[in-house]
């Protein structure tokens, strides 16, 4: 599974850590995020994610 | 005003802009400053720049230190245009190949806000450089409050240049928490409330940070108002407790009105709530400004929110104000909303939705009067109050 670049912030997102504060259990591939799941440091939608090389 | 020499050949190089007082909508009822400052070292050093109208004042201040010609290294700190604005009038005095440090998310905004190819040198979190005699550490800061946000510390001297964080919009000839009678604490959570607290998260890991980092802070230098050179506790530790956002004895009954039959909910609310022992602040939408009634509800335990009904709607004020409070993310309130309708009275409805869409403690269905309240009315607004009171925490 791939890390997931914010392109607004930087933020990563790692399939490892999930999101939990956001109801995302750890182990959540990236392409399986809800469609409406938004970037948890500044909102930026998944279209703003970039794969992380 | 003149430069201020903060350590040994460091300045304040930061202009006073004391006639603001609408800062993006935030009510700057005393004016701000913009600060920067200049480091002399073997590297002569700018660090920020100002908002674009006093750059002349800017580099008049710089120019009674050393000409600008023969400053070295730029440091953006943040791409706000308050802090940048004066970045492409400066780099012609400067030179524009000079290299201007930034981090990588300021590389990528700076890019995007002015049209000159500036020599930008993003710079890693941690990264340091040498100026000579001194060394600086950066700190990325991502999104307190923007992605381009850093800090800037001078390790020999324990200085942390802060960009917003720990700022607040004062503007004043005394440059040092010090030097000033009143107390700068309430325009520091003013600053806090309305513009870091969605990210109450992210300051508290900042400051977890700071505090493995071992670093001991000699001085704090923000980017507005004065910087902290005697009480450095007091203002990270208040930001750690405004962070937390516990919840206390408070109500804010925020509200507008067209008859008065809102505005007489709202007093017989905050009478009964005060009789409670609930410090309470009814705060009138066209009387208050949203950024001094979000100050408020920063510490408090509960949001009370009252609109009339105007054409089947919410009141737009109160529209306004949700808006506003919904982007700050205000968390662990409870919530309540009451109003006067005439004939439909979906406006108590509404904020409730806006409320719970907030992730509110919303106790209630609301409390919703038609036309004038009366006798029976005002009671049910005491017992409204009441029922509220006794959810709130007992601590004030």
């Given at each position: 599974m791939s890390k997931y670049e914010c392109t607004v912030c930087g933020y990563v997102y790692n399939p490892e850590d999930g999101d939990p504060d956001n109801g995302i259990e750890p182990g959540t591939a990236f392409e399986n995020l809800p469609e409406d799941w938004v970037c948890p440091v500044c909102g930026a939608t998944k279209d703003q994610f970039e794969k992380v090389a | 005003m003149k430069p201020v020499e903060i350590a040994d050949g460091i300045y304040w190089v930061g202009v006073i802009?004391?006639?603001?007082?609408?800062f993006h909508g935030y009510s700057t009822h005393l004016g701000s400053t913009y600060n920067a400052y200049l480091i002399m070292d073997e590297k002569i050093t700018l660090i920020d720049t100002v908002k674009s109208e006093f750059t002349d004042d800017f580099l008049e201040k710089i120019s009674a230190i050393v000409d600008p010609a023969k400053i070295d290294y730029v440091i953006s700190n943040h791409t706000e245009m308050d802090h940048s604005g004066g970045l492409p009038q400066t780099m012609k005095r400067i030179g524009e190949d000079k290299p201007v440090f930034c981090s990588r998310m300021g590389h990528k905004n700076l890019s995007m806000h002015f049209t000159g190819k500036f020599n930008y040198t993003p710079v890693e979190d941690r990264g340091s450089l040498s100026l000579g005699k001194r060394s600086l550490t950066f700190l990325e800061t991502r999104m307190l409050h923007w992605p381009d946000s850093m800090f800037t510390y001078v390790n020999e001297n324990g200085i942390l240049f802060s960009s917003d964080a720990f700022g607040q919009h004062y503007a004043s000839v005394e440059r040092f928490d010090d030097q000033l009678k009143e107390d700068i604490m309430p325009h520091a959570k003013k600053y806090f409330a309305n513009i870091l607290l969605l990210y109450s998260p992210l300051i508290l890991k900042l400051v977890d940070r700071l505090k493995a980092m071992n670093l001991s802070p000699a001085m704090i230098c923000p980017d507005h108002g004065v910087m902290f050179r005697e009480n450095l506790g007091k203002i990270v530790n208040a930001y750690v407790e405004w962070s937390l956002q516990r919840p206390k004895r408070k109500a804010v009954i925020v509200y507008d009105t067209m008859w008065h039959s809102t505005e007489r909910m709202a007093f017989t609310i905050a009478e009964a709530m005060g009789h409670a022992g609930v410090d309470v602040r009814p705060m009138h939408l066209r009387k208050c400004d949203r950024s001094d009634i979000i100050t408020e509800v920063l510490d408090a335990g509960a949001v009370i929110i009252g609109s009339p009904t105007l054409n089947n709607g919410l009141f737009p004020t109160v529209s306004d104000f949700l808006t506003y409070m919904k982007g700050l993310k205000p968390r662990d309130k409870i919530g309540a909303a009451f109003g006067s309708y005439g004939w439909s009275g979906e406006s108590v409805d509404l904020v409730n939705r806006a409320l719970e869409d907030m992730k509110f403690n919303v106790l209630f269905p609301g409390l919703k009067i038609q036309y004038v309240p009366d006798y029976e009315g005002i009671a049910t607004c005491k017992d409204f109050a009441e029922k509220i009171a006794q959810k709130l925490p007992l601590e004030a």
């Open positions: - | 802009d004391w006639n603001i007082r609408d």
